[in-house]
């Protein structure tokens, strides 16, 4: 039997999993990664939970094509409700707003701990999540971006504790996709720039300033001069 073939979206988001995690994938939908998990034989532990029956029924599903439903634990839940007995010491969160995830999170105080990592694939307002790292002292210490249908998706992998305090441009790119030269990132960037230009445009227009805009803006063209010159 052939392994389970992940999108390059969610592929990039189990590339990030510690070996010999005990994981969470919430929000499991068709349940892809913690098969892959499993047939990889990657974690101790592996848990799939999601909010709603048809999902979770697609993820066991799933699992039991591919022989794996005795490896993973199934859980109908919201977010990480009832997780907490697990002794959880990943979890992954992909495809949902940024605004779910950091809800998700903030719901489960105990994934802020030391030896937590947080592997996250926000689809909007990145920026929120960021904030909410710094906040609870999660840094992010890698980075990745994934062309999946024809868009780009940033996974981003928080691990350990720490001071943790990303410019205005970092919360939209994290400082890791430079470092690493992420092939992707100057395409990410000229989208974020044009993006976020066209709403300060929007805000001038309406006689409003935004700071904040303003100096994610400046510092991602910083970015974009500094990635050019490994990009050419």
């Known amino acids: 039997m052939r392994e389970t073939k992940l999108s390059p979206r969610l ?3 189990a590339a990030f999993v510690p070996e010999g995690a005990r994981i969470a994938d919430i929000g499991t939908d068709h349940g892809y990664v913690p098969v892959y998990l499993a047939e990889k034989g990657i974690c101790r532990f592996i848990a799939a939970s999601d909010i709603n029956k048809g999902p979770l029924s697609s993820a066991i599903r799933t699992a039991k094509e591919r022989n794996a439903e005795d ?4 859980l109908l839940t919201d977010g990480l409700t009832g997780m907490e007995d697990h002794n959880l010491d990943t979890v992954l969160i992909a495809g949902m707003g940024g605004e779910t995830i950091v809800s998700i999170l903030e719901n489960a105080p105990w994934t802020a701990k030391d030896n937590m990592t ?3 694939q926000p689809q909007t307002k990145i920026p929120e999540v960021s904030e909410y790292l710094s906040k609870i002292k999660k840094p992010v210490t890698d980075a990745v971006l994934a062309r999946d249908a024809g868009r780009l998706y940033l996974i981003i992998k928080a691990a ?3 001071a943790y305090e990303p410019t205005e441009a970092e919360k939209y790119a994290p400082r890791a996709l430079l470092d690493k030269k992420d092939s992707l990132l100057p395409e990410y960037l ?3 720039i044009f993006r976020l230009g066209r709403a300060k445009a929007a805000m001038a227009g309406a006689n409003i300033e935004n700071e904040k805009l303003t100096e994610a803006l400046t510092g991602l063209e910083a970015m974009k001069e500094e990635a050019a010159i490994w990009h050419r």
């Open 11 to 13: 592929s990039a988001a």
């Open 71 to 74: 490896k993973i634990t199934f």
């Open 118 to 120: 947080l592997i996250l």
């Open 160 to 162: 350990g504790s720490g």
């Open 190 to 192: 000229d989208s974020l």
